[in-house]
């Protein structure tokens, strides 16, 4: 048995730049930040029987890996030539459908079982790029390549994402008292609202795809800004202008609310007006596509009060710290066990 931890991601700046319908015709970038909140893989050979066992948030008991209903699950089993006798079992910390990844992180995190499983070792960059693949080629998900890349990194990474979709990465190295600074005023809120990345991207990408849709030019100018805003984001994490970060994230979330009607919600307009006025919160967006998920304030104070006026909102905080590592295996047990842990689930427990 296999078990591998694949740390969730926030993304910075840059958001949305990194899908086909964009760096084809511009190139992209992002800068993201893995948290130390995890999707958690495990994969067996089990002993005796020949079904495919699949755990998830469901359960599924199958003959032949075509049957599965998991796409992902499907797909990366099918490319490793698993076709029958092999379970996989999955938790995380996390619900999916809240802006961090999820899904990614359970391609990623499972491929690397499966290398590990034939000990076939590859690097970080060839495990993104097959799920890159499974994702975009195979299923044909209208999605980027920014959950993949960060899936496998971890880390504060930059993406330069080029028009041939090749990607080059380049991790921060922060210290550890700029860490603390920009963690502490950083603040991570969950809105209680779940959703699906894809419907919230439709628009984005067809506004994209059809040059002579009304919608294209306003898309790709929020594009254009939302990127440039990538790169000034990064010039000021790296000189440690952390209230100017503040700053430059409302501006992209105004910008990025130009993309479509999908990415806000009311509710969460109303409570960053609020906050703005009241706690002296510089910018904020939601995590991810939008839609919902995590809602994202940088607070430089005040951030006991805030953080009691989320909570009466119905928006808890989720406290982090950044993973400065991408996927990896936390344990093996078996022929050249790495460490006998007891069971799946105790695993992910005992990290909590």
Request: glycine share 10%; net charge negative; with cysteine.
């Amino acid at each position: 048995m296999i078990v591998t931890r694949t740390p969730f991601r926030v993304t910075l700046g840059g958001g949305g730049t990194d899908l086909p319908s964009y760096y084809t015709q511009h190139g992209g970038f992002i800068f993201a930040m893995g948290l130390d909140k995890y999707m958690y893989v495990m994969v067996n050979r089990p002993t005796v029987g020949r079904k495919i066992r699949l755990h998830y948030s469901q359960s599924e008991v199958v003959d032949h890996v075509s049957e599965l209903r998991h796409e992902l699950a499907r797909e990366a089993l099918r490319a490793h030539g698993i076709e029958d006798a092999f379970e996989v079992g999955s938790i995380a910390d996390l619900p999916a459908g809240t802006g961090l990844g999820s899904s990614s992180c359970y391609l990623v995190g499972l491929l690397n079982a499966l290398h590990h499983d034939r000990r076939d070792y590859v690097p970080l960059q060839t495990l993104a790029e097959e799920a890159c693949h499974i994702e975009l080629n195979v299923l044909r998900q209208p999605i980027g390549k920014q959950d993949q890349y960060m899936a496998a990194y971890g880390g504060l990474a930059v993406l330069e994402i080029a028009r041939d979709g090749s990607v080059k990465v380049r991790q921060l190295r922060p210290n550890s008292s700029d860490i603390a600074d920009f963690v502490a005023h950083t603040h991570i809120y969950y809105t209680g609202s779940q959703r699906d990345a894809r419907e919230v991207l439709h628009d984005q990408n067809v506004a994209m795809q059809k040059k002579e849709s009304v919608d294209h030019g306003r898309v790709a100018e929020s594009l254009h800004r939302i990127k440039d805003l990538g790169y000034r984001i990064l010039e000021a994490l790296e000189s440690s202008e952390f209230d100017r970060w503040g700053m430059l994230l409302d501006e992209h979330w105004q910008n990025k609310k130009k993309l479509s009607g999908k990415v806000s919600l009311q509710r969460v307009d109303e409570v960053y007006d609020e906050v703005r006025a009241r706690f002296g919160v510089l910018g904020g967006k939601i995590i991810g596509a939008g839609g919902g998920g995590f809602l994202m304030l940088y607070c430089p104070s005040h951030h006991a009060a805030l953080e009691r006026f989320m909570e009466e909102k119905g928006m808890p905080r989720m406290h982090y710290t950044i993973e400065p590592e991408g996927t990896k295996v936390v344990a093996q047990i078996g022929p050249g066990s790495l460490a006998p842990i007891t069971s799946f689930a105790a695993a992910a427990e005992e990290r909590r």
